[in-house]
């Protein structure tokens, strides 16, 4: 049964929270024929993939020696059937299957059963030779989304077959990196079984229609061995994912319609302490100064007015501005708000390079954060939890990264971060299919 009602856009549930994995193929069952499978490839199975093995599969296979992949001894392993099972249903990334040749690949697979050395070697080079085209496509295949990289390092680039099959022998037991389809981002996966199951269900073309493109949005995201933040917009939630994992999540609250979130990529590379907040020119006239004309002083209100927007500018008596002539744009003045533990933004912000203005940040007023629906921002994304997240950045705690309490200064991560900020609608409910509320109308 499918339902199109709008889903509330929040992700509170444990089960919701973190995406699971549920388009496993076949799954490997472990028990006592599999332990006592011999993991180690013959001496003669080895000799035969340098015998067989030709370009940039040569080159994979001689940086490790020429140990097998696919095999567990003498036998093709479990991920073999995991794979075709995803070449089946290839459908579902925007493939053809019939680009695969998968009835050649069970071919060689089957002749691999009897344990000639030459049949295995040859499963194990098809095996590895469809994988890296598979991966390949699948990463690059779908519509065209609208994606910002601020980082131009992040944009997607055609992959090299040895980069892919060597990201998959260095990521944790190759079984369970295949099973997973862990290359993709766990919310891909996601969306991946949920697709299937909506079309298994009938879904009407519109909901599939949408269903896919947020599929492709979840195309562009890495996968969990990527040290990387995924921000959704749609629900307001944060991941961060590392060494196969997914480490955390937490609520933040995004843009609202009218100051949208906007989809990024970019590298977070600092994060400023104690700071200051550069209250942008329409809040300046829009509220600030409308509240100093009705009797309010800046000085109450904590801000200060700068006269330029220098790294050392001079600080103005508020005295000598024309309030009136800013409150009607007939004027510009720089504002900022002084650190501390009401400022807008916390404890602590964390930047990356973009055009949009969009950066993390803490924030004072927890009360949005309970809110079910978190589209109350200017763009930024405010955290739920900043010091958890300070401590995985910056490999230190928060209160020991502020050393100097009251006064803004900047930290380097030790390691340039990735973060993707997205919006993923589409979700999963008893009743099968749903959406978010389209907050941004970008499903249309």
Known sequence: MMALASAAPLLSSPTQAAPRRTIKAVAAKPGKATKAIK????????????AEAGGALKRFYAERGYAPLWLRGDAVGPAASDFVGFLRTAKLDGLRPSSYDIDKLREAIGAARGGDPLALAK???????????????????????AMI??????KPQRMKVEAILRAAAL?????????DMAWMSPHYVRLRGLLARAEKAGGSEEALGRLRLNLDRARLLPGPWTMHIVVDASAARLWYYQGGKQLGTMRVVVGA????????????????????????DYLAQGNIAP???????????RIEALSDWSANPAVLDPATIDWAAVAAGKQEVRLRERPGPANSMGRIKFLFANDEGIYLHDTPNR????????HLSNGCIRLEDAPVLARWLMRQSLATAAKSKGAEH???LPVPVPVYLTYLTARETKAGLAFGKDVYGRDK
């Open 39 to 50: 993991v180690a490839p013959s001496p003669a199975v080895m000799a035969a993939l340098r």
């Open 123 to 145: 499963a194990e080079l098809l095996l590895s030779d469809t994988f890296a085209k598979f991966v390949r496509d699948q990463r690059r295949a779908g519509g065209k989304v």
């Open 149 to 154: 990289w601020a980082a131009k390092s992040l």
């Open 171 to 179: 990521s944790g037991p190759f079984p369970a990196y295949v099973a």
């Open 257 to 280: 319609q009218e100051t949208q979130t906007p989809m990024m990529a970019g590298l977070l590379q600092w994060a400023t302490l104690n700071p200051y907040w550069n209250i942008p």
């Open 291 to 301: 509240k100093i004309l009705s009797g309010r002083s800046p000085e109450s209100m």
């Open 367 to 374: 009360a949005l954060l309970v809110k079910d629906d978190r």
């Open 410 to 412: 900047v930290v380097n």
